[in-house]
């Protein structure tokens, strides 16, 4: 592997769909992906592996079953698998988030 810099605002300006991530990395066999995120998502769960969110700008919302949980700019939620959710980001909101590697 070679080192990697990237430019996450020049990354962020290349998406124009919201809920359609990108990869931008890989390392460690996880992804590295950013999305914009805006509206509402289904309600899913991951069953094999947590989530994790990092909110580089905007509100993201995590509906629950039993409650809905707030993340701002600068902060970041871990979802543990097996929890049924349901993301909301009432303006355009940027993430990055990591996923195993496809096989």
């Known amino acids: 592997m070679s ?3 990237a430019n996450i605002k020049n990354e962020l300006n290349n998406i124009k769909e919201v809920w359609k ?5 890989q390392f460690n066999q996880l ?3 950013l999305a ?3 509206g509402e998502y289904e309600w899913h769960r991951h069953e094999h592996e947590d ?3 990092y909110v580089l700008s905007g509100q993201l919302f995590i509906i629950l079953r039993d409650k809905t ?4 700019s600068g902060e970041m939620v871990v979802i543990p698998k097996n929890i049924d959710n349901k993301p909301y980001a009432p303006t ?5 988030f990591f996923e195993p590697l496809q096989s």
């Open 3 to 5: 080192l990697l810099i």
């Open 21 to 25: 991530p990108t990869d931008i990395a």
């Open 31 to 33: 992804t590295v992906k």
């Open 36 to 38: 914009k995120l805006e």
């Open 51 to 53: 989530k994790l969110f």
């Open 69 to 72: 949980v707030e993340v701002n």
């Open 92 to 96: 355009e909101t940027s993430v990055m």
